[in-house]
């Protein structure tokens, strides 16, 4: 049977106390709805509706970029999560299979998890997925008989046994979407906030004969997101997690706690992730490489047995081969270096092709940025660039060359041969001790 998938994003997260769209904030680097959406994909749905009102034209520009199979809904006033459902529902009137409904601000939904209300949506009307919570404070609790679901309270109109509870709602509902469509329709409003609650489908369903069943998960994939202590608890997570995964994926990290991964960092077995390391988003590192103290890499691509810092910064459009080195306090941006060359020491390398082998000495600048336009520059293969050249672009540097250290290089270098660009040295006999001389002269004078 089809599946449709309704995220919930249309409220105003007054709790964020925050002008940002509650789920554009960030975990591990990408805005919570970003996460939901790679939940709801796992299990390749029919469609991804999307429910916006707050905020709706940033979200939408910042998800457009990023995928555009999903459709969004407008929920122009937010009456309540059963409101925001029915909205959607009226984009889905000839569907006719099952619904899943996931909350905007709780990131943390596991695949399997998915999979688990996928197939129990097939075998009952309705199904809620609780947790136990920790501190159920803020959450619905699930009224239950056995395995039987009956209702779902909210805190604010729980009484004080059920305040006891701790089995509560994660925001994840499932059923066929003709039953929801039917309950949906019976919500009302005679509740504490005054809106229509998507949990009240539950006690509806039961009175009109619909089975109810709930699913339990850990507390970690529920954790719904409402303000920003919350979202630092969930930062805090998200890494221990991503942690945890790394280790067991064959990845050493010397000092875990303090190597902080994005959602979409891929990183091979055997390579080792020295303290204070920092994954943007965007990177891929292959395996095999040392990823040594104090690095920040984003937006990049890092093949097999690189080795990488201490101190080293690589930004969008890096991509680098098999072995390539990068020493320390090394920056490069939007470059292709190939197979072993090596940028040791002190280095600015942007917009530049690098060749096999070569060797770009301590102080190389490529000098990019005329203050107007960026240039490139394309150094060939066994290239050595002697220390404190500074190669300006548009550049190219022919195979097997070399330049003289301290050289401003302003013309294309062809191969094999040996550029220097300085003012030649003169040596005077003597001429140090006179200058000295001349110095303490000098010296003597201002003192008297
Ligand atoms: C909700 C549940 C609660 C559950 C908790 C789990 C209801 C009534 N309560 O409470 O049982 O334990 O989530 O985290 O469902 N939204 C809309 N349109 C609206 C209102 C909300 O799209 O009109 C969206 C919000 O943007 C958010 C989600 O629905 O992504 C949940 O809304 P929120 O106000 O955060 O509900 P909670 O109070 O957390
Ligand atoms: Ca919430």
Redesign the pocket.
């Known amino acids: 049977m089809d599946t449709a998938v309704i995220i919930?994003?249309?409220?105003k997260?007054t709790r964020m106390n925050s002008n940002r769209p509650?789920?554009l904030h960030n975990v591990g680097n990408f805005p919570l709805i970003a996460h939901c959406i790679k939940t709801a994909e796992s299990i390749k749905p029919h469609k991804i509706l999307t429910?916006l009102?707050h905020g709706r034209t940033e979200i939408r520009n910042v998800l457009k970029s990023s995928d555009n199979s999903i459709k969004f809904v407008i929920?122009e006033a937010?009456?309540?999560?059963?409101?925001?459902v029915s909205v959607a529902m009226d984009e889905l009137a000839d569907f006719d299979g099952n619904v899943i409904v996931l909350?905007?601000?709780?990131p943390f939904l596991s695949a399997e998890t998915m999979i688990r209300i996928q197939t129990s949506s097939s075998q009952a009307d309705l199904v809620v997925l609780g947790f136990h919570a920790p501190d159920p404070s803020?959450?619905?609790r699930l009224i239950t008989n056995k395995n039987e679901l009956l209702k779902?309270v909210?805190?604010n109109d729980a009484n004080g046994q059920e305040l006891e509870l701790n089995l509560?709602?994660?925001?994840v509902m499932a059923g066929s979407s003709k039953v929801i469509k039917k309950l949906l329709k019976e919500l009302d409003r005679n509740n504490k906030n005054n809106?229509l609650?998507?949990?009240d489908c539950v006690h509806l369903a039961k009175a009109r004969g619909f089975t109810c069943s709930y699913l339990v998960c850990d507390p970690k994939e529920?954790f719904?997101i409402?303000s920003l202590e919350q979202l630092s608890l969930a930062e805090k997570t998200f890494q221990e997690t991503a942690r945890t995964e790394a280790a067991e994926n064959g990845i050493h990290l010397v000092a875990p706690e303090t190597a902080f991964f994005s959602l979409d960092t891929e990183i091979g077995r055997d390579t080792i992730i020295e303290p204070n390391v920092i994954f943007g988003p965007g990177v891929k590192v292959g395996t095999g490489c040392t990823i040594k103290a104090f690095s920040y890499l984003e937006g990049c691509k890092v093949s097999d047995d690189c080795s990488i810092g201490p101190y080293a910064r690589l930004r969008p459009g890096v991509d680098l081969s098999e072995g390539v080195k990068i020493g320390n306090f090394v920056e490069i941006k939007n470059s292709k270096i190939a197979e072993k060359s090596k940028i040791n020491h002190l280095s600015y390398i942007g917009d530049t092709e690098i060749g096999e082998n070569s060797n770009i000495g301590a102080g190389t600048i490529t000098c990019n940025y005329d203050g107007v336009n960026k240039h490139k520059t394309v150094i060939g293969e066994n290239v050595f660039i002697g220390s404190n050249t500074m190669l300006i672009a548009p550049l190219t540097v022919g195979n097997n060359s070399m330049t003289g250290s301290g050289s401003v290089v302003t013309k294309d270098i062809p191969a094999d041969n040996l550029a220097i660009a300085r003012s030649e040295q003169i040596n005077k006999n003597g001429g140090a001790k006179k200058l000295k001389a001349l110095l303490q002269n000098k010296k003597n004078k201002i003192k008297s």
Request: charged share 10%.
């Open positions: 919930l994003a249309a409220g997260g509650k789920v429910v009102g929920q937010q009456l309540g999560t059963g409101h925001a909350y905007g601000d709780t803020g959450y619905g779902i909210e805190h509560c709602n994660s925001g809106e609650y998507l949990t529920a719904g409402n």
